[in-house]
Each structure stands twice: as structure tokens, then as C-alpha cells.
């Protein structure tokens, strides 16, 4: 089992509409939770992090289960721009701390 | 404006040539990586250095060999690479190993010929 999977996609969703996507992790341990984004042939960028209460910025909102081992992202009202690929990052702090990144999930806005 | 500054942006070498890509943090961090991303794949970690120090090597061919100087630079040298190393080649750097937000360069792209 991978330690971070996630749904590579595409989702293919209209202007407008409302998308998430889930991300699961497979070390209870696993302490600091990260979404990021990739645009085509760029650098993977912060998007939000995640926090234990969940937390909102803008038109995009993270949810954390620690029971169920996922964290989630959903984008309400989404725009052309929000076109990219979505990176998972759990950190897990141990003897040897690792930053996990998922493999990413593919979002498509189409007009 | 990125806090990581990676050269050159684009890289192309002959199989036998050697070549060095270039990484700057003028964040104050302590740990830097460098990762591979080849065509519509996920990144894969390739090295990680904690205060100049390295501390994973991720099974990586040593026809990659990384260089840390000091906390702020990272180096990988290049040679005798292969057509499959092509790829888009990231450093990115973080205040502590393993534990805070990771910040990218804009990355290295490289095409072995």
C-alpha cells in the first residue's frame, strides 16, 4: 500500500461547479498535512495547509479525519484557473522525518 | 518571486558530458532536496540534506552526484547520463527536516541527448 494515494483523475467539471477530492494516508502517525498545486510544467506550490478543525480560504476548504486517514479538498465555485494537478503532502515525524507527496489529482475546469 | 532560485532553467547535455545544476534558499532553511519529475509522473525524492548534511539517499544512480556547501546552496553534477533521466529536475528547501511547508524552485529542465 502507498503511503500517501491519492485519485489521479482527471475530474472534468464546468465553471461553476463544486469539486473534491480526497487524498489517504497510511501512517497513523503522520503529523502535518499539505495541499499543494502543480500547474502543467511548473513547480508545485502551497495551496493550504491542513489543520485539525478543517479549515477555509477563499473558495477552497480542508478537512482532516484522523480516524479515517484522509484529508480532503474541495473547491466551490471553481474557476478555468483552478485547472492543475493537486498534490497530497503528509509530513511524519519520526527518527527520519519524511515529506510524502502524493502522486497528485488532475483537475480540468472546462467553459 | 520564489525563495528558491534554481540554475539554468534548461539544460540540454550529451550523454558524456558533465554538467552541474545550481540551487539557492534565501529563506534561512535548514534542510534542501532535490526531486525528480519525469513526464506525467509523480515527484520522486532523490536527496535530502539537513545542515549540509546528508541524510537520504534515495537509491539514486550515482551518475547524480549532490553537493552541499553550505545550508543555503545545493549542487547536483551531472555524468554520463542517460536519454531516461530527462526530466524536470526540482530543489526545494524547508526550515526543518521533515516538518514544516516545502518550498520549491522553479526547477531545472533537463533533456540528455
Known amino acids: 500500500r502507498k503511503e500517501v494515494e491519492q485519485d489521479p483523475g482527471p475530474f472534468n467539471v464546468p465553471e461553476g461547479a463544486t469539486v473534491a477530492f480526497n487524498c489517504t494516508y497510511s501512517n497513523s502517525a503522520s503529523q502535518s498535512f499539505f495541499w499543494y498545486r502543480q500547474d502543467c510544467r511548473k513547480e508545485p506550490k502551497l495551496l493550504m495547509s491542513v489543520y485539525s478543525s478543517g479549515n477555509e480560504d477563499g473558495r477552497f476548504t480542508a478537512q482532516l479525519n484522523r480516524a479515517s486517514q484522509y484529508i480532503s479538498l474541495l473547491i466551490r465555485d471553481s474557476k478555468l484557473s483552478d485547472s492543475a494537478t493537486y498534490l497530497c503532502?503528509?509530513?511524519?515525524?519520526?527518527?527520519?522525518?519524511?515529506?510524502?507527496f502524493g502522486s497528485g489529482t488532475r483537475l480540468s475546469i472546462r467553459p | 518571486e520564489t525563495g528558491v532560485t534554481q540554475t539554468p532553467r534548461h539544460l540540454v547535455m550529451g550523454m558524456t558530458n558533465k554538467k552541474s545544476l545550481k540551487c539557492e534558499q534565501h529563506l534561512g532553511h535548514n534542510a534542501m532536496y532535490w526531486y525528480k519529475q519525469s513526464a506525467k509522473k509523480p515527484l520522486e525524492l532523490m536527496f535530502v540534506?539537513?545542515?549540509?548534511?546528508?541524510?537520504e539517499n534515495n537509491s539514486v544512480p550515482s551518475r547524480f552526484s549532490p553537493e552541499c556547501p553550505n545550508s543555503s546552496h545545493l549542487f547536483l553534477h551531472l555524468h554520463t547520463l542517460q536519454p531516461e533521466d530527462s526530466a524536470l529536475y526540482l530543489c526545494?528547501?524547508?526550515?526543518?527536516?521533515?516538518?514544516?511547508?516545502?518550498?520549491f524552485g522553479e526547477g531545472s529542465w533537463l533533456t540528455v541527448v
Open positions: 540534506y539537513n545542515f549540509k548534511e546528508q541524510t
Open positions: 526545494a528547501s524547508s526550515q526543518e527536516l521533515g516538518r514544516n511547508t516545502i518550498y
Open positions: 503532502v503528509v509530513t511524519l515525524y519520526s527518527s527520519a522525518s519524511k515529506i510524502i
